[in-house]
Structure formats: structure tokens, C-alpha cells
């Protein structure tokens, strides 16, 4: 029986030291851990490896894990959640999220946005209209399912739930907003563990959130519609909240940056972003704001923490700030508004329009080491962010998949 008990631990399939396993890869700051890529770009652009076509209709961010790649599609009449070889580009299988009824008009453009979180022999999702589902990694059954509208009481959002759910431990993290802002779930049942009440400016954001260790205590951070709040890990009590990075319009997309008890996030519409020191502990916690700087108006590329600067674009310009200071380092037009992801010394910057970029993450000045235009081009603006694994460089464009080699030599 031992012997049986080992031999299905070390010949289970185990997680890639360089997979991107969920939103913003492995720790959800969009950092890559990898070396021994590229540096220099001619200028047709790294090797195509393969192309994968039939996604259906979506703005879902690729993750990859344990040989598979993961996203969301609309096909026709139903949502689904996908996943293709990581050597061919092959459909492996796909799941069903919602259909007809429930899907009613896929607010806010066409497809879901949300990037499958994986986790061991599971995968989580969530449609356009919070259908949140547990699938199977192996064949895609799906193990269960909750509606963050009917189970949780939450509204969605003008464009519709963009939400990536955060796997901690047996949770999993999302966001309803309302009266049960942000629920922890138990990812292997889909039981409710807790839910948090956030007072006021409660309504689900665009964002997705993180977790992190504050003044000693674990909790997690979400920008939500009013502003970026704390909660605790084990009950879901809030801790902390700092509104100044959200705008008028709570239409608030990029996940936060946090360290060293410092929260920075930011949002467009005019608005900009700002850092603030988290302080306290059991008594309470208190986010008091250090600086605010006009020009980091992030919309929804996001922004990256490389040393000690933030990479991101601030409107149609990459931008580069101290994070200490919020001073601006320098600021270029490069490939015009869109994403960012960091891996290797380089910048991957990806515009909505479709070129791709690599810029050194220097903050003294901009230097650009290679651009491509993207083959195969949708009508529709390019807002998954670039995915980078195992020396391979994903994006998404409606419909298709590309997968780049960007090993060096």
C-alpha cells in the first residue's frame, strides 16, 4: 500500500518551474522568473511555433500549465472554457460555461475576459455573466458550479464580469460585489467559507485579486468599484481601504502592486494612480497615501514592479515611475496603448492595435529591442495580455492562438 502511495506522488504530473499557471502568471505580478530569452527581435518577429484557430469570440488571457493551454471562448450560442496541447496547439477538450439563457446580451463586447486560474487537477472560470465553474484539467467535466448573480446577490458589471478567481490554499477568492463584495469558496466543493461585506462603493470592478502578507497578517487585495480594499484571509473582515486610484466611473481593471506594505494601483478616465503605506495590525490597519501621480492613467494594460519602477502604460504611452516617489522616469509612445509582462530583462509590450514590442526595463531611458506586426489580425482590439512559459510567448486574438519561440539562440 506505501509503495502504491509513492508511486502516485512522484508520477503525478508536476507544475513547471516556468508555467503561467493563472492571471499575471505564477504570483499575479506579471514578473517571469525565466532566463536565456531572446534579447534582440528581427523584425518578422520570433519563430510562429503554431497557430491555433476555433477558439471562439474572447478577450481571455492564456494561462499554461502541466502541458496544457487554457482560455475562454464564445462559440456560437455557448461560453466555454478550453484547453489545447502546449506542444501542437491540438483542442484537448472544451466545457460548456453558459448558453442562450444565460449568457442575455454578453454585456460589454464580444466573449468572456476571465483567464482560467489552474490548480493541481482542477481548473476555475468565470463568464462574462459570473457563471464561476470547477472544471476537471484531465477531460474538462465540470466538478461544480455557482452563479456569483443568483448564489451571491452580486450585479454585473456594465461590461460584463472580468474576473480572474484566485486559488489560495482550499479557496478560492471572487468577487460578486453588493452586499457579498468578495466570497471565499471552497475549491474542491464550491461551499461557501465566507463571505465580506464591504460598506460602501461595493460594486465588482474589472480587476482581480491578490494575496498578500500586510503588517504580518495574510489577506487579500481587490480594486473593487470604489477603491482597493484589504480583507483577511481567514474571514474575510476588512482591514483597509485606499479610493484615490479609482475613477468616476469604477470602471477599474488592473490588478494591484503590493510590497513591502505598499499598495499602488491606478485606473484611467482622467483619474491616474497612486501608492499607499499599509500600517497596523490587530487593532486595525490604516492605507495612507504617499503620492498620486497624474501620469500613470492605466486603463486595463496593467502595470509591472521591476526592482524598484512600475512599467505600464499611463493612456497611449509607456511609462516608467519610481514607486517610491511616483516621479516619472521617462515616457515614450512605443507601440501605443496596451499590456505589459516582464520577463528576462525585457519589457513585452503588446498594443491593442497589434504590434508587439520588447523594450529593456531601464529607467534611466527607452530602449526598444525589436517590434512585430501580429499575423492574423482580428477587427477587434487585442486586450488579452501576452503570456509567457517555458520559453514560449502566447497571444490571443479573438479567435486565434499564436505561440512564439523565444528562446535565445
Known sequence: MVGLWLLLIFNKPKLAAADWPQWRGPDRTGVSQETGLMKEWPASGPKLMWKATGLGAGHSTPSIAKGKVYGMGLRGNDEVVWALDVKTGTELWH????????????????????????DGDHAY????????????????????????????????????????????GDKVIVTPGGSNTIVALNKNTGATIWKSNIESGNSAAYSSAIQATVGGQKQYIQFIGGGVVGVTAKDGTMQWRYDAPANRNQINCSTAIF?????????????????????????????????????????HGGVVLVGNYLYGFD??????????????????????KGSVMYADGMIYARSERGPMAIVEANPEKYVEHGRFEQPNRSNDPSWPYPSIANKRLYLRDQDVLLCYDISAG
Not at 454578453?106 to 486560474?117: F, K, L
Not at 465540470?142 to 448573480?149: D, G, T
Not at 509607456?318 to 522616469?329: E, S, V, Y
Open 259 to 299: 510590497r513591502d506594505n505598499c499598495v499602488f494601483a491606478a485606473s484611467s478616465y482622467g483619474n491616474g494612480g497612486g501608492m499607499a503605506k499599509v500600517t497596523g495590525g490587530s487593532g486595525g490597519y490604516t492605507a495612507t497615501q504617499v503620492y498620486f501621480t497624474k501620469e500613470m492613467k492605466n486603463h
Open 95 to 118: 466545457a460548456r460555461v453558459a448558453g442562450p439563457g444565460e449568457l442575455q446580451a454578453m454585456q460589454g463586447g464580444v466573449g468572456p475576459r476571465s483567464t482560467p486560474t489552474t
Open 315 to 336: 493612456e497611449n504611452n509607456l511609462t516608467c515611475i519610481d514607486f517610491a516617489t511616483g516621479t516619472t522616469k521617462w515616457s515614450n509612445r512605443s507601440v501605443g
Open 125 to 168: 472560470a468565470i463568464g462574462v455573466m459570473g457563471d464561476l465553474v470547477c472544471v476537471n484539467t484531465e477531460n474538462g467535466k465540470v466538478v461544480w458550479k455557482k452563479s456569483l448573480v443568483g448564489d451571491f446577490g452580486g450585479r454585473v458589471p456594465t461590461w460584463g464580469y472580468c474576473e480572474s478567481p484566485l486559488v489560495d
